[in-house]
């Protein structure tokens, strides 16, 4: 079945640090790959998708290509700020299975 | 424009107690989700509607777990005789279109049985 992997959190940065976050996805066909953002007490905010092979999502500086050939979706950040700090999810979609496989998420914090 | 709305933002009840939960999607957005997102199991899929078709239920945990969607609008998911390991946040999202497209998240309802 369908599966998405994220690395293990907390992944703790400075302010103005690089980040990346890794996801890779097992799926049939050609899914539509996501980042999710989720802040403290709220519910999971969109910030980027792909819908094929070589297709980059990018939003508020972060950006993730999405590599079929490594079944990859790595999110990053050129330079984090304190206001980064959330959740992150990867998720795919694909036809047939309607409803998001997310992975476990990744806690990022960042230090002043 | 509007996104997603959940209410009641939190619930607590005793075990053994019946619960209503509310999602009212985005307009005009033909598919809505349920998902559970717990400490020990992440973020789990519930329940799909789509239009008028009959739902996907395949994620429902228990035969005490059931959910409506009245008009093609808001939508109840509903949990008899809550038992602890219900709770969990149980957030709703809704997408227009096809799975290219993302789901809107609302904010979720955090259950809490004592």
């Known amino acids: 079945g369908d599966s998405v992997t994220q690395m293990e959190g907390p992944v703790t940065l400075s302010e103005e640090a690089f980040l990346t976050i890794n996801c890779t996805y097992t799926a049939t066909g050609y899914p539509s790959l996501f980042w999710y953002v989720q802040y403290p007490g709220e519910g999971l905010q969109l910030l980027l998708k792909?819908?094929?092979?070589?297709d980059k999502g990018s939003n508020k500086g972060f950006e993730a290509t999405y590599r079929k050939e490594t079944t990859s979706f790595h999110l990053e950040k050129g330079s984090v700020q304190v206001s980064d700090s959330a959740v992150y999810f990867c998720a795919l979609s694909r036809e047939g299975r309607r409803a998001l496989t997310f992975g476990s998420g990744t806690r990022l914090q960042v230090q002043p | 424009g509007a996104g997603v709305s959940q209410s009641p933002s939190n619930k607590v009840t005793e075990k053994g107690k019946d619960v209503e939960l509310r999602c009212d999607p985005i307009?005009?957005?033909?598919?809505l989700y349920w998902y559970r997102q717990s400490l020990g199991q992440g973020l789990e899929f519930l329940i799909y509607f789509q239009g008028n078709s009959a739902p996907d239920k395949s994620g429902l945990p228990s035969d005490r777990f059931s959910a409506e969607r009245t008009g093609g609008s808001v939508s109840t998911l509903t949990i008899q005789r809550t038992q602890q390991e219900d709770s969990a946040v149980y957030l709703c999202?809704?997408?227009?279109?096809?799975?290219?497209?993302?789901?809107?998240f609302g904010d979720g309802t955090r259950l809490s049985i004592l």
């Open positions: 792909a819908t094929k092979a070589d």
């Open positions: 999202a809704s997408r227009q279109g096809d799975s290219n497209q993302p789901q809107h």
């Open positions: 307009s005009g957005h033909t598919a």
